[in-house]
T-cell receptor, first 116, second 114 residues
Framework: AQTVTQSQPEMSVQEAETVTLSCTYD???????LFWYKQPPSRQMILVIR??????QNATENRFSVNFQKAAKSFSLKISDSQLGDAAMYFC?????????????FGTGTRLTVIP | DSGVTQTPKHLITATGQRVTLRCSPR?????VYWYQQSLDQGLQFLIH???????AKGNILERFSAQQFPDLHSELNLSSLELGDSALYFC?????????????FGPGTRLTVL
């Protein structure tokens, strides 16, 4: 079974600094997708960034980037130039690449606090 | 705004009761997923429907059921409610065969069982 582990329940970062959130996963599949979702106090689930397992290049979306280490089954999220609006719960998620079997498996989340 | 709508936003009911949560996917999306977010269980996948057919089941209790209608909206029925069913229930939709398996989440329905 696929499992996703986030070992940091809470993290904090100074405004404008950089922070890295960790995620590891376990799967026997070769085709899969990885995601980071943000959940602010409004509870809305917002997709931050995604990574296809077949791509070696790390995904980047503006201030957000990932470090995808396939062999180590590691998928960390780096937030640069942190802003107050980045404060939220962040969930790492895994999805099998096969169509029809692509429900998301979530980690337990990391609560990020941004200090002004 | 993800384009996915869920009603109601909040629901307060008593143990033993039955409720129905409704979800309308984004225009054109054929897949609907239901997730439960509770304090002790985290975010868990419940069930997936594609174009009216059930495709996958996760940790869904027998007291819970779902369906997807011809207009593609979906309903999650929760019966014989227990205190532990109190949670935030999300619906998400996606395009079948979409390359990135990206799912778009609705705002959720917060269920409180008293």
């Amino acid at each position: 079974a696929q499992t996703v582990t986030q070992s940091q329940p809470e993290m904090s970062v100074q405004e404008a600094e950089t922070v890295t959130l960790s995620c590891t996963y376990d799967t026997s599949e070769s085709d899969y997708y990885l995601f980071w979702y943000k959940q602010p106090p409004s509870r809305q689930m917002i997709l931050v960034i995604r990574q296809e397992a077949y791509k070696q290049q790390n995904a980047t979306e503006n201030r957000f980037s990932v470090n995808f280490q396939k062999a180590a089954k590691s998928f960390s999220l780096k937030i640069s130039d942190s802003q107050l609006g980045d404060a939220a719960m962040y969930f790492c998620a895994y999805s099998n690449g096969q169509t029809g079997a692509n429900n998301l498996f979530f980690g337990t989340g990391t609560r990020l606090t941004v200090i002004p | 705004d993800s384009g996915v709508t869920q009603t109601p936003k909040h629901l307060i009911t008593a143990t033993g009761q039955r409720v129905t949560l409704r979800c309308s996917p984004r225009s054109g999306d054929l897949s609907v997923y239901w997730y439960q977010q509770s304090l002790d269980q985290g975010l868990q996948f419940l069930i997936h429907y594609y174009n009216g057919e059930e495709r996958a089941k996760g940790n869904i209790l027998e007291r819970f059921s779902a369906q997807q209608f011809p207009d593609l909206h979906s309903e999650l029925n929760l019966s014989s409610l227990e205190l532990g069913d109190s949670a935030l229930y999300f619906c998400a939709s996606s395009i079948r065969g979409g390359r990135y398996n990206e799912q778009f989440f609705g705002p959720g329905t917060r269920l409180t069982v008293l």
